[in-house]
């Protein structure tokens, strides 16, 4: 029984073995078929796609250029078109670069360079896929662009053969030929044509030319800290130029001396010792370009450096590039010409005397001429685009003034006191002139550069909006600025053509587009790429306009008079900066002397940037003071005004700026603060037409001149006793002061003639003839204004006749019948032509003589001079001189009267 059951049981248990065995090969039996299909479906796709890119990578390569050596190093030279499409010169190709063999590199420099662009160089046969593949990685997460992965040889392959279009296509070119030049060349042969076919900016190609051109060294001469700088620069030449940009030059050098240290090149010791010296430090005094002999070359500067700028691997001078840009041919032989001797401008013979000139299109941005200096090409420096400079004033509009009109609404004659002022700091500030006029237009103050009333709009709009406000008109600043900033004290500076595009946007009403020279670029492989730059809005067209108009009044009757054109409509700003004081000592530079002058201007057409001066500090490197014939800290203006002068010829050249539908313009009554509008009755020469923006402009009307208001209770009266005319008037008392009474007379319906004026409210007038009519006038004057007069008051009144006497009465008994008294004793008988008293009139007395030839006797109770009295003389007064003004009987002053 026992053996049945366990064979039973043990047959039971095996069934269900069986029958759990079966039922899991049913479970597993369809996710395995699933995954069979999916790797099925996954190795199809995988080989369609690898067919697909193995067909389209064979497609790619069947055009690509073909490997030709002497494109590596033999450059070809590249054709630059101006404006108007007519090539205007070539460049590269047959310049002057000095080519160095392998060995006579020293491995410091190579090490440098290999650590920094390819540390794997000897390693891979062309293409780092570690390294690639790091740099697809970093590009998902951190951004395109984040990392490169080009070998050192697939760079030398681009720089010689291929655009610079990131596209699939140029990318399998790229590495075919990468191969392919790894195939053919020793890898010592590559990177010795890579560092001679490289660019270091300033016009230095080839590691040997960079060496020399930036130290003045050959290669074994070298230095670690100079070799690591050189070997920083080709990643992006311009950005990290140790001259132009030396903070961003030392940044990236101590990155190459960071690898070096990390791929085992250098030390950290010699690292360390490297970076404690300034990147600018052992840099040539005059750091030459390569000399090469194409025309407009100061403009070709700009070229080339977009190009390196915005196309990174392409060199112009090598690549056999078409370059269309925005030259004009004639304006640039006009900018040569200008800094010539022949000019007639009366430039300094001393060397260090240089002059940038950057000519822009104002609506578009678009670069027409560059000036790059005086012996552009000995000095090698630009100095249109390579310098920085303290703006000086020429800041103002940008900084100061534009910002308050944009954010707090400041009409053109928004009204600021110049008056004895500090920052914020407790530093007094000082105008110009040392002086300070009051209260005075914004349009007032910008004219005249005055220092104080700039502050106190940079002050009012805040420096950090006023910051962000010129960033955008491509003003390159700090995050943070000081109160200095609003006068044009930099820490850093800024070049003429940055200034240029900066005083374009108020031209172009608002709108800002940065400087470009080039549109287009060709390569030889028939592809192109369009470098035109984008236009922004960085500002109302109302603020745009207010600035322009006034600086149109800075040109035509400010400090920048200078450099106006009779017939353009200019606006601009000048600008002048200053010595330390202990430059001043240490140097001798006389009172009055400066390092550089500033001139900004522009027309609807062109906007140009002149900076004349002195970069190098010396006892004789200043400007000197304005004095006689001497126009030292004119030239920039005169240049301007030269310039300008010759290229506008055509009638667009010579319109005005539009003006917007966002301004008014509303004549306003000099000297009223708040702005008030002028009256009918306002002066001419007290009236000035400024801008407001839309909705802001004044509406109230100035009484300051308004018509007078007639006198009124007017009255003559006739005082018969005292035989006067009393005239007497009321005016009201708030329009008394400043206006004076002119009285007017008019006798028996006669011509009104003036009678007198007086401050008071009445007038006497005396003894007027009898029976006549007088119709007198009383009309109020104001003092400032004679023309300012109000209507007259009339009052008309006749005086009585006399009344006549009996004879008897008047005339006195005669002795004798017609008989004459004879003479008493002691008196002489009536001379020769001499008339004996007549009827009424008493002889003189004892003593007296009597009344000589002209003379008339005493009138009717009136008392003869007495003994040793004279009668009142012409300039004395009489004695009854009155408060009131009196008149004689005919309508006329008495001589005896003050006049006062």
């Known amino acids: 029984m026992t053996e049945k059951y366990q064979s039973r049981e043990q047959r039971r248990q095996a069934m269900q073995e069986e029958r759990s065995a079966k039922s899991g090969t049913k479970k597993k039996g369809p996710k395995k078929g699933l995954f069979k299909k999916i790797f099925l479906s996954a190795l199809i796709i995988g080989i369609v796609g690898l067919l697909t890119g193995i067909g389209t990578f064979a497609y790619y390569v069947q055009s690509t250029p073909p490997l030709d050596e002497t494109l590596l190093k033999v450059p070809v030279p590249s054709k630059v078109y101006g404006m108007d499409g007519e090539l205007a010169a070539e460049i590269g190709g047959h310049e002057a670069r000095e080519y160095v063999e392998s060995d006579e590199i020293p491995d410091l420099v190579k090490d440098a360079f290999l650590a920094t662009e390819d540390v794997r160089f000897y390693e891979h046969n062309g293409v780092d896929y570690r390294r690639l593949a790091g740099a697809v990685l970093a590009?998902?997460?951190?951004?395109?662009?984040?990392?490169?992965?080009?070998?050192?040889?697939?760079?030398?392959?681009?720089?010689?053969?291929?655009?610079?279009?990131?596209?699939?296509?140029?990318?399998?070119?790229?590495?075919?030929?990468?191969?392919?030049?790894?195939?053919?060349?020793?890898?010592?042969?590559?990177?010795?044509?890579?560092?001679?076919?490289?660019?270091?900016?300033?016009?230095?190609?080839?590691i040997s030319n960079a060496a020399m051109n930036y130290y003045g060294k050959s290669l074994d001469e070298l230095e670690l800290h100079e070799a690591a700088m050189l070997a920083g620069l080709?990643?992006?030449?311009?950005?990290?130029?140790?001259?132009?940009?030396?903070?961003?030059?030392?940044?990236?050098?101590?990155?190459?001396?960071?690898?070096?240290?990390?791929?085992?090149?250098?030390?950290?010791?010699?690292?360390?010792?490297?970076?404690?010296?300034?990147?600018?430090?052992?840099?040539?005094?005059?750091?030459?370009?390569?000399?090469?002999?194409?025309?407009?070359?100061?403009?070709?500067?700009?070229?080339?450096?977009?190009?390196?700028?915005?196309?990174?691997?392409?060199?112009?001078?090598?690549?056999?590039?078409?370059?269309?840009?925005?030259?004009?041919?004639?304006?640039?032989?006009?900018?040569?010409?200008?800094?010539?001797?022949?000019?007639?401008?009366?430039?300094?013979?001393?060397?260090?005397?240089?002059?940038?000139?950057?000519?822009?299109?104002?609506?578009?941005?678009?670069?027409?001429?560059?000036?790059?200096?005086?012996?552009?090409?000995?000095?090698?420096?630009?100095?249109?685009?390579?310098?920085?400079?303290?703006?000086?004033?020429?800041?103002?509009?940008?900084?100061d003034y534009a910002p308050a009109i944009e954010f707090l609404d400041w009409s053109t004659y928004h009204q600021i006191n110049d008056e004895p002022y500090s920052y914020s700091s407790g530093t007094e500030i000082n105008n110009w002139d040392n002086k300070h006029k009051g209260y005075l237009s914004m349009r007032q103050h910008l004219a005249d550069s005055r220092n104080i009333p700039a502050l106190k709009a940079l002050q009012e709009v805040g420096l950090d909006r006023a910051r962000d406000f010129a960033v955008k008109l491509g003003i390159p600043l700090e995050e943070e600025i000081n109160e200095a900033y609003a006068i044009g004290g930099f820490s850093n500076g800024i070049s003429p053509l940055q200034m240029a595009g900066a005083y374009s946007s108020f031209g172009s009403g608002g709108v800002y587009t940065e400087p470009f020279a080039v549109t287009k670029v060709v390569f030889q492989d028939g592809t192109s790429v369009n470098l035109n730059k984008e236009s922004e809005v960085v500002m109302k067209d109302s603020t745009a306009f207010m600035i322009t108009d006034m600086l149109k009044t800075s040109v035509r009757s400010g400090l920048a008079n200078a450099a106006?054109?009779?017939?353009?409509?200019?606006?601009?700003?000048?600008?002048?900066?200053?010595?330390?004081?202990?430059?001043?000592?240490?140097?001798?530079?006389?009172?009055?002397?400066?390092?550089?002058?500033?001139?900004?201007?522009?027309?609807?057409?062109?906007?140009?940037?002149?900076?004349?001066?002195?970069?190098?500090?010396?006892?004789?490197?200043?400007?000197?003071?304005?004095?006689?014939?001497?126009?030292?800290?004119?030239?920039?203006?005169?240049?301007?005004?030269?310039?300008?002068?010759?290229?506008?010829?055509?009638?667009?050249?010579?319109?005005?700026?539009?003006?917007?539908?966002?301004?008014?313009?509303?004549?306003?009554?000099?000297?009223?603060?708040?702005?008030?509008?002028?009256?009918?009755?306002?002066?001419?020469?007290?009236?000035?037409?400024?801008?407001?923006?839309?909705?802001?402009?004044?509406?109230?009307?100035?009484?300051?001149?308004d018509k007078l208001p007639t006198p009124t209770g007017f009255t003559a009266q006739y005082d018969e006793e005292a035989n006067v005319i009393n005239l007497n008037w009321k005016y009201p008392e708030d329009r008394l002061e400043g206006v004076t009474f002119t009285i007017n007379v008019a006798v028996n319906e006669g011509s009104p003639q003036p009678l007198t004026e007086t401050k008071d409210l009445g007038l006497v007038v005396e003894s007027p003839d009898p029976g006549a009519t007088f119709t007198f006038e009383v009309v109020a004057v104001q003092d400032e204004n004679n023309e300012n007069k109000s209507d007259a008051a009339t009052q008309t009144i006749t005086i009585p006749e006399a009344v006549e006497e009996d004879d008897e009465s008047i005339i006195p008994e005669i002795p004798g019948d017609g008989e004459e008294e004879p003479p008493g004793d002691g008196e002489e008988p009536p001379g020769d032509g001499e008339e004996p008293p007549g009827d009424g009139e008493e002889p003189p007395g004892d003593g007296e003589e009597p009344p000589g030839d002209g003379e008339e006797p005493p009138g009717d109770g009136e008392e003869p001079p007495g003994d040793g009295e004279e009668p009142p003389g012409d300039d004395e007064e009489s004695d009854d001189a009155d408060t009131q003004s009196n008149t004689n009987r005919n309508g006329q002053r008495d001589d005896s009267e003050d006049d006062d």
């Not at 002149?610 to 920039?636: A, C, E, H, K, M």
């Open 564 to 705: 106006n054109v009779p017939g353009l409509n200019i606006a601009g700003k000048s600008g002048t900066t200053n010595f330390a004081e202990d430059t001043i000592s240490e140097y001798g530079i006389p009172e009055g002397g400066v390092p550089s002058t500033w001139f900004a201007g522009y027309t609807p057409t062109y906007t140009a940037t002149v900076w004349t001066g002195f970069r190098r500090t010396g006892t004789d490197n200043y400007l000197r003071p304005i004095n006689g014939s001497n126009q030292d800290q004119y030239l920039s203006r005169i240049i301007f005004k030269q310039l300008m002068e010759n290229i506008s010829t055509t009638s667009e050249d010579k319109a005005d700026f539009p003006v917007p539908n966002s301004v008014v313009r509303v004549p306003i009554e000099k000297g009223s603060n708040p702005p008030l509008k002028a009256s009918e009755f306002t002066p001419s020469d007290q009236i000035t037409n400024e801008y407001f923006i839309k909705g802001t402009e004044p509406t109230k009307v100035s009484k300051e001149y």
């Open 139 to 206: 590009n998902v997460t951190r951004g395109f662009g984040a990392e490169g992965g080009s070998t050192i040889t697939q760079q030398l392959v681009k720089l010689s053969f291929l655009s610079t279009d990131k596209t699939l296509k140029r990318k399998a070119q790229e590495f075919y030929l990468a191969y392919q030049l790894e195939s053919r060349f020793t890898k010592d042969e590559i990177l010795e044509m890579y560092l001679n076919r490289i660019y270091f900016s300033n016009y230095a190609y080839g």
């Open 234 to 399: 080709p990643q992006s030449p311009n950005n990290y130029n140790p001259v132009t940009n030396p903070e961003n030059a030392e940044q990236r050098r101590n990155i190459v001396l960071t690898l070096m240290v990390k791929h085992g090149k250098i030390t950290e010791e010699e690292a360390d010792e490297a970076r404690a010296i300034p990147v600018d430090s052992t840099l040539t005094d005059d750091v030459e370009k390569t000399n090469y002999s194409n025309k407009y070359n100061a403009f070709i500067d700009r070229v080339i450096e977009e190009i390196s700028d915005q196309l990174g691997d392409v060199d112009p001078q090598a690549d056999g590039l078409e370059i269309y840009t925005t030259l004009d041919v004639n304006a640039q032989e006009q900018v040569e010409y200008i800094l010539s001797d022949e000019s007639g401008i009366p430039h300094l013979e001393n060397e260090d005397y240089q002059a940038g000139i950057a000519l822009i299109d104002t609506q578009s941005g678009e670069i027409r001429a560059i000036g790059g200096g005086r012996n552009h090409m000995k000095t090698g420096t630009n100095y249109a685009t390579d310098i920085r400079v303290q703006p000086a004033s020429a800041i103002k509009p940008i900084l």
